[in-house]
């Protein structure tokens, strides 16, 4: 059973999100309160946290900054604010995805499944892979990625783009494709959600982020994966 935890201090839309995520069998903890929130995360393992950006005592932005400096659990932002580059800051700052209000609980219901769907999907013949003499592994069936040694911290999100990108050496994939891989068709957001994924990848994979060498910009086409086997 997967653990859910949902701040949002609009206690109808708390409670509309509680009662459909529960109808689909998951455990459900909630906050109406960041401060709160917080201290449920702290003292517990989550597996999606459900964040709304416009809180009384501590904005959203502000707890995903703490999450993300300690977990890479996937992080789903509610927010009011519709103009693009809000969304892009908040994806800036970790979060996965993010869902404009007012929206439909059954419509944020089937993202979650779909997204759950995704992450326990069974890998077929698992296989961890070098690139660069080593210096990058990606191992596919713990989800995992190293760089010289070291454990990288990324999300959900990001191991999946890395891992398609890498899994097509070489093959340019556009944004549109992208999306489709990662986030499914149905997805309803915007072609820079890509670029600010592949941005944050880059913080931690790259040692020249404006001179990337594992995840090369095609201009005007879309993504290559550059690293060597």
């Known amino acids: 059973m997967s653990k859910i935890l949902v701040i949002e201090d609009e206690v109808s839309v708390l409670e509309a999100i ?17 401060y709160r929130g917080l201290e ?52 800036e700052m970790g979060a996965d ?4 209000k007012p929206f439909s609980p059954r419509e944020l219901t089937a993202r979650i499944n779909a997204l759950f769907r995704r992450l326990n999907e069974p890998v077929v013949n698992p296989n961890t892979f ?13 989800r995992e990625i190293r760089l010289r040694g070291e454990n990288v911290a990324l999300t959900p999100i990001e191991f999946d783009i890395l891992e398609i990108l890498a899994s097509n050496q070489g093959v340019v994939m556009s944004r549109e494709l992208l999306i ?11 072609d820079r959600t890509i670029d600010v994924h592949i941005k944050n990848i880059r913080k931690k994979i790259e040692e020249d982020t404006k001179n990337p060498k594992y995840i090369l910009t095609v201009f005007k086409l879309g993504y290559k994966f550059g690293g060597d086997l």
């Open 180 to 190: 489709e891989k990662v986030l499914g068709v149905d997805f309803d957001g915007v």
């Open 18 to 34: 509680e009662a459909y995520l529960k109808k689909e069998g998951y455990e459900v903890k909630t906050a109406t309160r960041g």
């Open 97 to 100: 995805e993010y869902l404009v």
């Open 40 to 91: 449920l995360f702290e003292q517990e393992s989550f597996d999606l946290v459900i964040l709304d950006l416009m809180l009384p005592d501590l904005s959203g932005e502000e707890i995903c900054r703490k999450i993300r400096k300690k977990s890479s659990t996937y992080v789903f932002m509610l927010t009011a604010k519709s103009a693009l580059e809000d969304r892009i800051q908040g994806l």
């Open 130 to 142: 070098s690139y660069n003499n080593g210096e990058l592994i990606i191992d596919k069936e713990r």
